[in-house]
């Protein structure tokens, strides 16, 4: 569509060997090829009078022009981290999830959150497994500074067993702020990596099925690790707001990207007209490299899947790097490291693995 | 909890003969039980510049004010009806649905709508049923005045096999209009009902079980009818905004209610220090009739499951009727008839029918 941010595909080709996104059962040319069939059939455009979308097309969120303010908004769901929840039978992890991977995105235009509605698709009402979400949703609202401001409980029991848990994020851009899309990025641009907690909510149905297949218990922790594999991977994502807040002001900031569906091709959300070279982007550490040996899986495959220990990108005019990173590092509590730079060209590139990505999807 | 929209809660108590709610499977209770749970562990308030929340408990949408702006926000889904597309093969329906429940909720708050995100969970994607919800959509989005602004497509084999339908609307209260929230109601009030165009998407987990334990056959009309008893129950929700736009600013009107799941029940979320007495609710006709008739269906169940040909209703001044009802006739194109009116008392009453309901859920 022409306008409003993209919706993310998850999965790459199929591969002769080792594990994929397409062999764990979702197809990405065909989803790619659905989207379009239905975008095909949306044209309408509303009178001013029912507030004016910018064309923001591709990115995170969209914004629509409300009167004096600039109204951001974005929706996505938890997927099949849920079916990991069950697993374990833990749920507070993916109700802070289902807050945290909206107002990550509002973040990635630099939008501020004021409010989720969250939605609750479920087959049977459980109190326990509501409670736990309820925990999860307050600890991502106090870590976003935002409100919840209602929700949708619909129990269908024909359509599903478990649950599928989404929601929707409403924020702003405030004081005249204007969205930040990565339109401004130019070589020498550098990027400035914030660590992920983990896997996040993405790659679950992946990494999910190499552990069933390779029949490895989530209850153990792997080796090296303190906690249980299952509860290692339901870490819930990092909230990057208070980040993002923190520096969104700043004309030295170019770019914005969430790591989440897609990996590090998010970048290419950004601009179209540049190239990022990742050549301070980590390695397959931790549980990547646990999951990646586990299942085979190539490098094109985990780049492209996970967000390998990078949890959200801030790129900055080089002469905003040191006073930038210092803002970022004390507003996230976290170090931030040097992870690219911007270049002439096209396409994402990590030349120390020989991987090249020419389209976020 | 103690602000936004309240989740409508679908299903009565269980009778002994005669098919309910419960009995199709969706236990109103175990709903309540669990979402209180759910809401017992939000408390956070975000600061005031993250936005500032408007108390409208248990109302069709949330309001957030920000900056200089009233924006409301609301989420629903099509819920089983999905199901009945499915058995019809038809998608148009359900996703002019999606559109009109939501703004719709919008409208009953006086918010004008100017956006939706929609967000489709399915278990594989499908070009043909992605273009016909794709052109639903479109329909709905014109009918509204709004924009589509995003969404999201989620595709998760191992969660369900079909789709689930759902989008959340943004929209605001334009040139400083209050929310119209019926806490203005009185005795006297009198409440103008518009025409539902069938089931809506409401009450379809019974309808469609009835039909088929009757083994009656989706393809053929009832008898009456001139088109397939499954076409005429996906018959899309009427969308209201263009009538609720056009007496919204009218210091007479002083509630606004869709009635949604809940039935009639949807009155009590306006104010709960009136009684409503409906003495010109329509009788079960057309598609109402049949359903009761087939399924052995109490009045009480029908009225608080199915609009039973009221999809909306208008709560104006006694001084009012007249000029209310011709600007709502003219926006809609549709008769506009008195349905009821505002007493002393609580709750809402169908007299004819010696029904009576205390709460909304």
Redesign the interface.
């Known amino acids: 569509?022409g306008?409003?941010?993209?919706?993310p595909?998850?999965g790459p080709k199929r591969r002769a060997s080792g594990w994929t996104y397409a062999k764990a059962?979702?197809?990405r040319g065909?989803?790619r090829?659905?989207?379009a069939?239905?975008?095909?059939?949306?044209?309408?455009?509303?009178?001013a009078?029912?507030?004016r979308?910018l064309a923001l097309s591709g990115h995170y969120?969209?914004?629509?022009r409300?009167?004096?303010?600039s109204?951001a908004?974005?929706?996505?769901?938890v997927?099949?981290k849920?079916?990991l929840a069950a697993e374990m039978g833990r749920w507070g992890e993916v109700g802070e999830d289902a807050v945290a991977i909206n107002v990550n995105d509002l973040a990635a235009i630099g939008a501020?959150?004021?409010?989720i509605?969250?939605?609750?698709?479920m087959g049977?009402?459980?109190?326990?497994?509501?409670?736990g979400?309820?925990?999860g949703?307050?600890r991502g609202?106090?870590a976003a500074?935002?409100?919840?401001?209602?929700?949708?409980?619909?129990?269908?029991?024909?359509?599903?067993a478990?649950i599928?848990i989404?929601a929707?994020a409403?924020g702003?851009l405030?004081n005249g702020r204007r969205p930040i899309t990565g339109a401004r990025l130019r070589p020498g641009d550098v990027l400035l990596g914030l660590p992920s907690s983990g896997v996040h909510a993405n790659g679950l149905?992946l990494a999910r099925r190499i552990v069933r297949e390779s029949r490895v218990p989530w209850r153990r922790p792997r080796r090296g690790a303190r906690v249980a594999l299952g509860v290692e991977m339901l870490r819930p994502t990092t909230t990057y707001v208070g980040a993002v807040e923190a520096v969104a002001d700043s004309p030295d900031v170019t770019g914005l990207a969430h790591i989440s569906g897609g990996g590090v091709r998010n970048l290419l959300r950004l601009n179209p007209n540049v190239s990022f070279l990742l050549d301070g982007w980590p390695g397959a550490a931790g549980v990547f490299g646990y999951l990646q040996k586990l299942g085979g899986v190539s490098n094109e495959e985990m780049y492209q899947t996970f967000n390998m220990g990078v949890g959200f990108v801030v790129a900055v005019r080089p002469r905003g790097v040191r006073a930038l990173s210092r803002s970022l590092a004390r507003a996230s509590g976290t170090p931030v490291s040097v992870v690219g730079v911007v270049e002439k060209g096209t396409g994402v590139r990590l030349p120390a693995l020989g991987l090249r990505y020419a389209q976020y999807a």
Chains 1, 2 share one sequence.
């Open positions: 569509m306008r409003g941010p993209s919706r595909v998850v059962g979702v197809d065909s989803i090829e659905g989207l069939a239905l975008l095909a059939e949306v044209h309408y455009r509303a009178p009078s029912s507030g979308p969120a969209g914004v629509v409300i009167g004096r303010e109204i908004v974005t929706t996505d769901t997927g099949t849920v079916l501020r959150p004021a409010a509605v969250d939605t609750l698709v049977r009402p459980d109190r326990r497994q509501l409670a979400i309820g925990r949703l307050e609202l106090r500074r935002c409100s919840l401001l209602g929700g949708e409980t619909a129990v269908v029991p024909e359509m599903l478990g599928d989404g929707t409403i702003f405030p149905t």
